[in-house]
C-alpha cells in the first residue's frame, strides 16, 4: 500500500530542512547563477575592467572601437518568478516517482528561493487546457498556494495529445515585466512549442525543467503487459522479454532524445533535467555548476585586446 501524500506544508518543511538547506550552503547565498539575465535595465556603456561579467560585453560596440565594453545595468528592487506548470496526463506516470510529485518538490525548493528578500511568484497550471492562472505575490504562503492549486488540479482525461505552446503562449500576456520563468515539464507534446519558448525567451530568464523517468529510455523485462499512452488513452498489450521490441523501443527513445535536446537548444534556453529517481538538490546544484561552466568558458573566449584589460 502506498503511503499517504504529506500535506502541502508538511512537504515545504520537509523541503527547508533538507534541499534548501543543503542549497544554503552550497551556493552561499549566491543565487544569481540560478536566476540571471533578469531584473535589469540597460544603464550605460564603459570598457571592461578585470572584475567585470563577461556576458555582460557588448560585441557590436566593442568591434566598432577596437577597446572591450561592458553594458551596465540598473537593478530592479525585486525579482519575479514564474513557473509555467505542465499537469498533463503524462505528468502521473512514474516507476519511482510520479513527475507530478517530483515537480511539486521543485516548485516549493525554487519558488522558496525566489520569495526570499520581498520577492514574488505566480504559476500557470495547464491540464488539457489553460484553467488556472495564479498572479505573482511574496510571502511563504504563496508557495503553499501554488503548491495545493498543483494538487487540486484533478488528473484530466486523456483528450489527445498535450498542447505544450498553448501554455507558453497564454503565460506570454501575464507575465507583464522581466521574470525568472521555468517552464516545468516532460515535454511530451505536440510539437510547435519551441517557437513559443524561443519568443518568450527574448524577454525572460527561462529554464526548461525537464521531467523524466528512466522506463521512458530503457523498458525492462517484464513479461507480457498493458501499456496505455497517457496522452490519448489507447492500449496496447506489448511484450517487454521479446529482445526485438526493446531495441526498438529504446532506438525511437533516443531519437527522441536527440529531437528534444536540439528544439531546447534552438529555444535559446537552459535545460534542468529532473528524473524521478533522482536527488532534487543533486540535479540544482549541477545545473547550477553548469552556468558557472559556461561563464568561465566565455571568459576563455575574451579576444586579445580583452584578456589584456583582464
Not at 531584473?39 to 566598432?64: C, K
Amino acid at each position: 500500500m502506498p503511503e499517504p501524500a504529506i500535506s502541502p506544508h508538511a512537504l515545504l518543511q520537509k523541503l527547508e530542512w533538507t534541499v534548501l538547506r543543503r542549497l544554503d550552503g552550497a551556493l552561499q547565498g549566491d543565487y544569481r547563477t540560478l536566476f540571471r539575465g533578469h531584473g535589469v535595465d540597460l544603464a550605460d556603456l564603459r570598457e571592461y575592467q578585470s572584475h567585470d561579467d563577461v556576458r555582460h560585453i557588448d560585441w557590436n560596440v566593442t568591434a566598432r572601437l577596437t577597446i572591450p565594453h561592458v553594458r551596465q545595468f540598473t537593478e530592479e528592487r525585486d525579482l519575479t518568478g514564474w513557473f509555467l506548470l505542465d499537469l498533463s496526463p503524462s505528468i502521473d506516470f512514474g516507476s519511482q516517482r510520479r513527475k507530478r510529485e517530483v515537480s511539486e518538490a521543485f516548485v516549493a525548493v525554487m519558488a522558496s528561493l525566489v520569495l526570499r528578500r520581498g520577492n514574488r511568484a505566480g504559476a500557470v497550471l495547464y491540464g488539457n487546457q489553460i484553467d488556472t492562472v495564479l498572479p505573482a505575490k511574496s510571502g511563504r504562503n504563496q508557495v503553499l498556494h501554488i503548491m495545493q492549486r498543483m494538487r487540486a488540479r484533478p488528473t484530466a482525461p486523456a483528450a489527445g495529445a498535450t498542447r505544450l505552446a498553448d501554455l507558453i503562449e497564454r503565460a506570454r500576456p501575464s507575465i507583464k515585466r522581466r521574470s525568472a520563468v521555468f517552464v516545468v515539464s516532460d515535454f511530451i507534446s505536440e510539437s510547435g512549442w519551441e517557437g513559443s519558448l524561443a519568443r518568450l525567451a527574448q524577454r525572460h530568464d527561462v529554464v526548461a525543467v525537464r521531467l523524466y523517468d528512466p522506463f521512458e529510455m530503457t523498458l525492462p523485462e517484464l513479461g507480457l503487459v498493458l501499456m496505455q499512452d497517457a496522452e490519448t488513452g489507447e492500449q496496447i498489450f506489448v511484450d517487454t522479454g521479446a529482445h526485438g521490441f526493446r531495441e526498438r523501443f529504446e532506438a525511437a527513445a533516443a531519437r527522441r532524445e536527440t529531437e528534444l535536446r536540439g528544439a531546447l537548444a534552438r529555444a535559446g534556453v537552459d535545460t534542468l533535467e529532473l528524473p524521478t529517481d533522482g536527488d532534487l538538490g543533486d540535479a540544482i546544484l549541477a545545473f547550477v555548476d553548469a552556468r558557472r561552466q559556461r561563464s568561465r568558458l566565455a571568459a576563455g573566449a575574451l579576444p586579445l585586446n580583452a584578456r589584456r584589460h583582464a
